[in-house]
């Protein structure tokens, strides 16, 4: 159905900002709720922030206020605006969707309600 392809990620230091990328493919990403999620080395994958497909979104609490997610449907694309960026924000960064009756609840970071994952993009916040 949908294939996801994170861009952006680099090395990065303290307070620097980055901006991720996520092209989607397939037709059902218009109507599909999108999210952003990380994992760091030993820890397990958490949410960052999601958007519906009426712009409503819902962020983690570590990174209110610094990030900001957003889509673009004309280009098939989610972004993730990180800025002032921290040590524990070191992860790897994916992409995914949540399609169906899962939809509706947006709001939800729950990873095993998101169907479609793309393969990660690296951030490491590191002096």
């Known amino acids: 159905q949908v294939q996801l392809v994170e861009s952006g990620g680099d090395s990065v230091q303290p307070g620097g900002s980055l901006r991720l990328s996520c092209v989607a493919s397939?037709?059902?990403?218009?109507?599909?709720?999108m999210g952003w999620f990380r994992q760091a080395p030993g820890k397990e994958r958490e949410g960052v922030a999601t958007i519906d497909t009426f712009g409503k979104t819902s962020y983690a609490d570590s990174v209110k206020g610094r990030f900001t997610i957003s889509r673009d449907n004309t280009k098939n694309t989610l972004y993730l605006q990180m800025n002032n960026l921290k040590p524990e924000d070191t992860a790897m960064y994916y992409c995914a969707t949540k399609d169906g009756s899962w939809a509706r609840y947006c709001f939800s970071q729950r990873p095993q309600e998101f169907g479609a994952w793309g393969q990660g993009t690296q951030v490491t916040v590191s002096s």
């Open positions: 397939g037709d059902t990403y218009v109507s599909s709720c």
